[in-house]
């Protein structure tokens, strides 16, 4: 699963994909992981996805939900649908864990294709306004109650691995890209 992870998010300098990597190991070995997926080609496996915890900060209570990430297929697997396939399989995993909703950041073309939707629309806030609005998605696992809104918290986790939202001058690129389409 390592090297998918790192295979898929790239060796560049700084190498991100180390930096999932590292993540998602210390996700595994912590109390958060709630789920993960791989896919096998050939007895290879080609692909994975992480479900993990997280909470909504909602004025009635801290309520758990989950995020996905990451997702990873190896490169030389890509483009053949993997990806959609790990997310469909996550999407059915969540529904097994009891928590009102499923989070992401990413693609909004991507992922509102297959299942997700923007999550400001159901009035949830990302963890960071490092996330640009349309790339905070969510499914939603269940009905929503009324009072299940509010920001989205994750695990020090992430935090400790600067892995939420985008910094400049990625975040000012992707904010530019978001206005002009
Ligand atoms: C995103 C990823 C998991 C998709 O896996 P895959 O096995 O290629 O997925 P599928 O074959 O089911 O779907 C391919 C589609 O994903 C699209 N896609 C891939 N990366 C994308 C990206 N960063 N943004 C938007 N779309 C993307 C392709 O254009 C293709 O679109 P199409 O179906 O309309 O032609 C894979 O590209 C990957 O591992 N990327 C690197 C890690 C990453 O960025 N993960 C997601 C972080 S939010």
Redesign the pocket.
């Known amino acids: 699963m390592r090297h998918v992870i790192r295979e898929?998010?790239g060796a560049g300098a700084p190498a991100h994909g180390d930096q999932v990597a590292d993540l998602w190991a210390d996700v595994r070995s912590g109390d958060h992981l709630l789920a993960e997926l791989v896919a096998v080609v050939d007895g290879e496996v080609v692909?994975h996805v992480g479900i993990s915890h997280c909470w909504v900060d909602a004025r009635r209570e801290l309520a758990p939900a989950c995020m996905l990430?990451?997702?990873?297929?190896l490169p030389a697997?890509?483009?053949?649908?993997?990806?959609?396939?790990l997310l469909a399989a996550a999407i059915d995993a969540a529904r097994g864990l009891d928590r009102p909703a499923l989070f992401?950041?990413?693609?909004p073309?991507?992922y509102s294709?297959r299942g997700f939707e923007r999550a400001s629309t159901h009035g949830f806030e990302p963890p960071t306004r490092r996330v640009p609005d349309p790339a905070f998605q969510v499914v939603l696992l269940g009905e929503q109650p009324d009072w299940l809104t509010g920001r989205v918290i994750y695990p020090e986790v992430w935090w400790r691995h600067d892995s939420t939202g985008l910094r400049d001058p990625d975040l000012a690129a992707i904010e530019a890209r978001f206005a002009a389409s």
């Open positions: 898929a998010f692909g990430s990451p997702l990873s297929t697997r890509q483009g053949r649908g993997i990806g959609s396939a992401l950041e990413g693609s073309v991507f294709q």
